[in-house]
Each structure stands twice: as structure tokens, then as C-alpha cells.
């Protein structure tokens, strides 16, 4: 887009948008657990479905494209950034509708919704305690850890429908989920809100299950460092961080981007890193587990923008 496109787009923006949370050329670096990226050419915060629905038609009507995005811990953006709208999920309320269930908008934090439901004493979502993205995008990659995952607690969710602009509610079954995949991974939509069911369970014994999990975390993944969390996806039938540990890359270097030394499934940010970077050193990994395990193994984060 050029700077008067940008500038008009904006402009547009305002009638529905508070001024301070349109930004013009901003760097995705800022937005993103990984701090790599260029610039979008217009990010946006959106605190409301209505603003969503807004947005969206006016991306629509004048051609611009939109991408959607949570806290920005699953992606790297590449070095060129992002043309068009970048917009940020940022809703933030709740309900509970019984004793055991609760109703969580898509841009709530998982360590937030967790602390929350710590409080009520409900037990369940131990697991995502300490995975830092929004529900959103943990519903949309069916987020787990520990033996658990997000299928395991989600009853219903609530969803634009891009193809049609309606907005729809899908129970359990009809959210196809998968490892690390479910049916918002496939079909161009923006989770609104989801709903997830609990039990009761003694608050102290929660409180240990996260620590304890917490603890782990501290102990086993770089948490220390920029990343965008687990690069790979485990194998149906390996481990694919054991493959790439025994292929001696724990460590391996390109430029700024570094295999973690604690964990061979992570990719690091070392401090001065770049997209460019990250992604050579994907191809570094690919190519070495193919040659010494015959293993294709696939990519967790997603990628997204211009080289």
C-alpha cells in the first residue's frame, strides 16, 4: 500500500476504531513472542465482534487484504512484513454459565483464563496454564501439553464465517479437531468466543498441577528466549525434537536464529535474528533429518508475510 492509501485507509478506520490502537508501518517485531518481522503496513487492535465485522467488510470493499492474528506467539513474519491490515484479536471478557462452564472470548490470554478459573476451582485446563497465546488461536491449533489439549474442554465455539459473513456456533464434534489442527486451521473464519467445560476440583491441588507443569516448562524449553514456541509438529510415529537432537543440531546457528540448546524442537532468537534467518535454518533441519531418517517432518508455526 502506498503512505496515501494508508493514510485514507486509516482514516476510515477511525469512524469505528479508537485512533490509539491503528498504527501505520508498524513493525511486526513488536507483536510477535518470536521479535522478528517487518513492517504491516497497517496494524489494528480489535476489542469487540462488531469492530471484527467492520473491519472485515472494509478490508473487503476495498480490496485490502486482512490477516487475523491472537498474541502473535505461533508466527513468524517475514522480513518484507505484511501488506494490507494486520488485526490483532484483543477481546477480553467472560461468563460463566454454570458452576462448571465458562463462555471466554477469543483474545483472553490462556495464562489469564487459567488464573481465572484457578480462582473458581475448576480443574481441566492445567495444561495451557503456561502456553502464551489467546484461546482463540488455541482453539484454531487444538493447543495441548502434558497428555491434554484443547478438544478435551471445548464445547462449543462461536465463529465468523468469512465465505458468507455470518456468524455461526459449532459444538465439539463439528470442530474436526486433530493434532494440532482443527476445522478454523481450514476454512477462512475468526473465532469470536468458546465455550469450555470444567469440573470442580480443590483449588490447592490445581494450584500444584500448574506449577508443577510451570516447572517443567522452565526446565525443558527456552522459555528464556524469543521463539514462537515448538517449530515442529510431532511425527505420527517419532518424536521429531529426538530426531533433530540425534542429527547434532542442538545449538546449530544461522545468523541470529539458533536451535535451542535445551530443547532440538525449538528455534530461538538468539537477539538479532531474522525471518530470513529461521527459515534457512528450517530448511537446515528438513533436509537433515531426511537424509539420516528418511522423516519429512512438518512446521507448527505458521509464516506468513513477504520475503
Known amino acids: 500500500m502506498t503512505n496515501n492509501e494508508i493514510e485514507k485507509l486509516t482514516k476510515e478506520m477511525q469512524e469505528f476504531i479508537n485512533k490509539e490502537d491503528i498504527y501505520a508501518n508498524e513493525p511486526m517485531s513488536k507483536h510477535t513472542t518470536f521479535k522478528i518481522g517487518g ?29 487475523v492474528i491472537g498474541n502473535g506467539s505461533n508466527i513468524l513474519v517475514k522480513d518484507n512484513g505484511v501488506r494490507g491490515v ?24 490462556n495464562v489469564k483464563v487459567s488464573m481465572i478459573l484457578v480462582e473458581h ?3 481441566g485446563f492445567e495444561f ?11 482453539v484454531k491449533m487444538n493447543a495441548g501439553a502434558y497428555g ?14 468469512l465465505k458468507d459473513m455470518q456468524i455461526k456456533e459449532i459444538n465439539n464434534t463439528e470442530q474436526k479437531f486433530e493434532y494440532r489442527k482443527s476445522l478454523f486451521s ?10 469450555l467445560q470444567l469440573k470442580k476440583a480443590e483449588k490447592e491441588e490445581i494450584q500444584k498441577k500448574i506449577s508443577k507443569n510451570n516447572e517443567s516448562r522452565k526446565t525443558k524449553q527456552p522459555i528464556e528466549k524469543p521463539s514462537a514456541g515448538s ?5 505420527k510415529n517419532f518424536i521429531t525434537a529426538q530426531l533433530i537432537d540425534e ?15 535445551k530443547h532440538a524442537g525449538f528455534i530461538v532468537n538468539t537477539g538479532n535474528a531474522t525471518a530470513s534467518d529461521v527459515i534457512k535454518l528450517v530448511e537446515i533441519i528438513k533436509q537433515k533429518v531426511q537424509e539420516k531418517f528418511n522423516k519429512d517432518i512438518d512446521l507448527e508455526i505458521e509464516i506468513i508475510g513477504e520475503q
Not at 497497517?42 to 486482512?66: G, H, Y
Not at 495451557?128 to 488455541?138: E, F, N, Q, R, V
Not at 484443547?150 to 465463529?159: E, L, Q, R
Request: hydrophobic content about 35%.
Open 86 to 109: 494486520v488485526a490483532k484479536i484483543c477481546t477480553n471478557s467472560y461468563e460463566f454459565l454454570d458452576e462448571e462452564t465458562i463462555r471466554v472470548d477469543a483474545g483472553m490470554l
Open 148 to 161: 491434554s489439549q484443547m478438544s478435551d474442554v471445548v464445547v462449543k465455539t462461536k465463529y465468523i464465517d
Open 247 to 261: 542429527c547434532g543440531l542442538k545449538g546449530y546457528t544461522v545468523g541470529g536464529a539458533q536451535v535451542s540448546t
Open 39 to 67: 513492517t504491516a503496513d497497517i496494524f489494528v487492535k480489535l476489542r469487540s465482534t462488531e469492530q471484527i465485522e467492520r473491519l472485515i467488510n472494509l478490508c473487503n470493499e476495498k480490496n485490502v487484504p486482512i490477516k
Open 121 to 123: 476451582s475448576l480443574t
Open 128 to 138: 495451557a496454564s503456561g502456553i502464551p497465546g489467546t484461546i482463540g488461536g488455541a
Open 186 to 195: 481450514t476454512t477462512p473464519s475468526i473465532i469470536i468466543d468458546t465455550t
Open 231 to 235: 517449530t515442529f509438529k510431532r511425527g
